[in-house]
């Protein structure tokens, strides 16, 4: 989990800070080539509250406002990446979230697309993005994509689980 791990973690994370989505379909993107661009989206109106804190908790991250990232993590979340595993808020908090925050910084990223779901009182907001920042200097483009797993509290959406992975783009 150490090099290219928080670069790898970062770019789901960064994912989340674009603003909520474009819906398009294939037939859609066929007749208008500028729509292929677009976000694809599949979020039914009762899964847009939990989008909203993956989104808030993206944003939260790339300002290195810890307070807000943490009020958004359950206590007991399971962070998986790159093989390895921070297995409370305060691991997270403690360990990678610095080095994500600063990774972040310096990064673009392009939210491709995104479906969630809702039953009960847990959601599942699945994302995936191209993340454009450097290493060493020279440029890097990752693909990247998120699981968030939120359950509802009387205090709103919280995420319980997150699940990062990423790839460089083909080509670099």
Do not use: C, N
């Amino acid at each position: 989990m150490k090099s290219i791990a928080p670069t790898l973690m970062l770019s789901l994370a960064i994912a989340t800070t674009l603003p909520a989505m474009a819906q398009t379909d294939q037939s859609h993107a066929a007749h208008h080539p500028e729509a292929a661009t677009a976000t694809q989206a599949d979020v039914p109106e009762a899964a847009a509250p939990a989008v909203a804190v993956v989104e808030r908790f993206g944003k939260a991250l790339a300002a290195a406002d810890f307070k807000t990232v943490e009020s958004l993590l359950d206590a007991d979340v399971l962070i998986l990446e790159s093989g390895g595993a921070e297995r409370s808020r305060a691991e997270y908090l403690g360990h990678h979230a610095i080095s994500d925050a600063q990774f972040l910084k310096g990064a673009h990223s392009q939210l491709k697309r995104r479906r969630a779901r809702v039953e009960g009182d847990l959601a599942w907001v699945g994302s995936e993005s191209e993340l454009h920042a450097s290493k060493d200097g020279k440029p890097l483009t990752l693909l990247s994509t998120e699981t968030m797993v939120l359950r509802r509290t009387p205090e709103g959406w919280r995420i319980v689980h997150i699940h990062w992975s990423s790839r460089p783009k083909k080509g670099q």
